[in-house]
T-cell receptor, first 114, second 114 residues
Framework: EPEVTQTPSHQVTQMGQEVILRCVPI?????FYWYRQILGQKVEFLVS????????KSEIFDDQFSVERPDGSNFTLKIRSTKLEDSAMYFC????????????FGPGTRLTVL | AQSVSQHNHHVILSEAASLELGCNYS??????LFWYVQYPGQHLQLLLK??????LVKGIKGFEAEFIKSKFSFNLRKPSVQWSDTAEYFC????????????FGKGTMLLVSP
């Protein structure tokens, strides 16, 4: 069965450094998402992406964040200058096309900012 | 904005006990409802979903959920749990419009003792 994959599984970085989290969505899917879960808190929506542009974003997704689909298969989340509070589990998800389609999640990247 | 609340953060049951996990949402319009499960060390997987039709929805692994519109609830049930059901369970909603962004509850950690 096709799966969403994410790399790396764990990323440790120093405060102020840039990080790029990578996702490979399921190949025929059209909608892509990033969510995050700070330890002990809810899974929160960050951004959705469709037709090569951001379709929705939350207030968490400020100017420090950006997303890209550089080559038709990867979907990346970049944090320009990490803060301690960016430490969280970041999940990528993808969905095929209609509004009733399921979102399929990747295994997540645990980001630790020191 | 819509929100989701899950009543129990931790539930401990013995094998063969019946399970009911509460989920309520707040939103006046039409929503789509989901239960996701995260087994230890694995990614979020869809258990079941409700979009329309029969409010009693059957999912994988013997789980079911009932949508009660008047109570804004979508409780998850299983008549007899197994040790392998030990996992974290997340209720989520999307609006029936937009880009199907998921709004999650905080999750319920279920521990089933053999």
């Amino acid at each position: 069965e096709p799966e969403v994959t994410q790399t790396p599984s764990h990323q440790v970085t120093q405060m102020g450094q840039e990080v790029i989290l990578r996702c490979v969505p399921i190949s025929n899917h059209l909608y892509f998402y990033w969510y995050r879960q700070i330890l002990g808190q809810k899974v929160e929506f960050l951004v959705s992406f469709y037709n090569n542009e951001i379709s929705e974003k939350s207030e968490i997704f400020d100017d420090q964040f950006s997303v890209e689909r550089p080559d038709g298969s990867n979907f990346t989340l970049k944090i320009r200058s990490t803060k301690l509070e960016d430490s969280a589990m970041y999940f990528c998800a993808s969905r095929a096309g209609t509004s009733t389609d399921t979102q399929y999640f990747g295994p997540g990247t645990r980001l630790t900012v020191l | 904005a819509q929100s989701v609340s899950q009543h129990n953060h931790h539930v401990i049951l013995s094998e063969a006990a019946s399970l009911e996990l509460g989920c309520n949402y707040s939103y006046g319009g039409t929503v789509n409802l989901f239960w996701y499960v995260q087994y230890p060390g694995q990614h979020l997987q869809l258990l079941l979903k409700y979009f329309s039709g029969d409010p009693l929805v059957k999912g994988i692994k013997g789980f079911e959920a009932e949508f009660i519109k008047s109570k804004f609830s979508f409780n998850l049930r299983k008549p007899s749990v197994q040790w392998s059901d030990t996992a974290e369970y997340f209720c989520a909603v999307t609006l029936n419009s937009g880009y199907s962004t998921l709004t999650f509850g905080k999750g319920t950690m279920l521990l089933v003792s053999p």
